[in-house]
Nanobody, 112 residues
């Protein structure tokens, strides 16, 4: 069973940047698409971005398109989410998802 560990969250001012990492265990991690999701207080979890197994296809929510970039390094079993031009509305716990499995999440807080 794959285990996922997110990291890289923190407190940043509006306009700043963060890079999140999602490290996965297991031999099959590199064979499947990975998604990033986020959940703000009092709101439902929402899709942020996803990447195909080889990085050839990426998809983004309209709210982050042009600001966030998802990438992966299969040699390291890691998926990244580069977040630029952060806004207070990006404040949330960010989770990665692999075939229905979730990590513990990493908190991102953007101050105005």
């Amino acid at each position: 069973q794959v285990q996922l560990v997110e990291s890289g969250g923190g407190l940043v001012q509006a306009g700043g940047s963060l890079r999140l990492s999602c490290a996965g265990s297991g031999r099959t991690f590199s064979r499947y698409a990975i998604g990033w999701f986020r959940q703000a207080p009092g709101k439902e979890r929402e899709f942020v971005a996803s990447i195909s197994w080889n990085g050839g296809y990426t998809y983004y929510a309209n709210s982050v398109k042009g600001r966030f970039t998802i990438s992966r390094d299969n040699a390291k079993n890691t998926v990244y989410l580069q977040m630029n031009s952060l806004k207070p509305d990006d404040t949330a716990v960010y989770y990665c998802n692999y075939r229905g499995a979730w990590g513990q999440g990493t908190q991102v807080t953007v101050s105005s």
